[in-house]
């Protein structure tokens, strides 16, 4: 038996969690056989990339700043649909991504990524906007239709309970006044996969958290002590230094600059205190 300790930035787990679900089974299957649909995010957009695409657009993110979504519309795809190889784009209309999710079935695989999971297992999305639009619609269909989907999270998006915050986040109408848009939380349903799993599944080592959060760019990092076979545990030492350590976001270029007062996505965003110039609201 031996062990190694190590230690990942955000992004860096975010690559180890896209290289480690190429290899999931359940990804191979339907790579070979039916549709891979990816949603969004810079997580899944890491994927994306591994699976041999370009990056995907970035749209909501929390920055120092708070709740933000992207300045511009970048010219490059949200979400995408994986058939025979070949992705195509899908684009966030009632026409496009709802009606493929009418399409689905059981012998297919979505994978997104969210904002928080919690001890029991339950995970949410956030939403700038009512119902998450045409996005948040899909999403919610392919639960009400049991599509198998795979909810790819890294460990800092873990808080201990959601319980209460999907009660008192269900409407962000109910906030008086936000850093950037006020969100709500939405349900997410499917399997949990985080680096604990990515561990398993890429090297067969039992994987243990040591530590959480850092600086000098490692805020929000994580270190884990690996243990298992010394060939295996070689084989990751190996396979980190050379393909994860240095990773930096997935995301189109273009897509990364954020939202800023006056810009055309004010009229979606409910109680941006940026728009007041942050003055706290007279009664």
Known sequence: ?????????????????????????????????????????????????????????????????????????????????????????????????VSLVDRLTEKDLVVISGNAFDAMGRAVIAYGFPGGGPRGKAIAKIAAKEIPTILLFGLEKFVPSLEESLSVAADFQETDFAMGMAISLAPLKGDLFTELDAFSSLFNLQAYVLTSGGIAGAQGAKTFLLKGNRQQVQSAWQFIQEKIKGAKLSAHKDSIPACMPGCGHCKNHYHCSYLSRGAFPGK
């Not at 230690?7 to 860096?12: A, F, G, H, R, Y």
């Not at 290289?19 to 957009?45: E, F, I, M, Y």
């Open 1 to 97: 038996m031996a062990a190694i300790q190590i230690s990942l930035t955000v992004e860096e787990s975010k690559l180890l969690l896209a290289h480690a679900l190429k290899q999931d089974d359940r990804l191979q299957k339907v790579w070979q056989s039916g549709r891979l649909c990816l949603l969004g995010g810079s997580t899944v957009s890491a994927l994306a990339e591994i699976l041999g695409f370009a990056p995907l657009r970035l749209c909501g993110r929390v920055d120092p700043s708070g709740c933000r979504t992207a300045l511009q519309d970048a010219q490059a795809y949200d979400n995408i649909l994986i058939e025979n190889g070949q992705a195509r784009d899908l684009a966030e209309t009632e026409e496009d991504i």
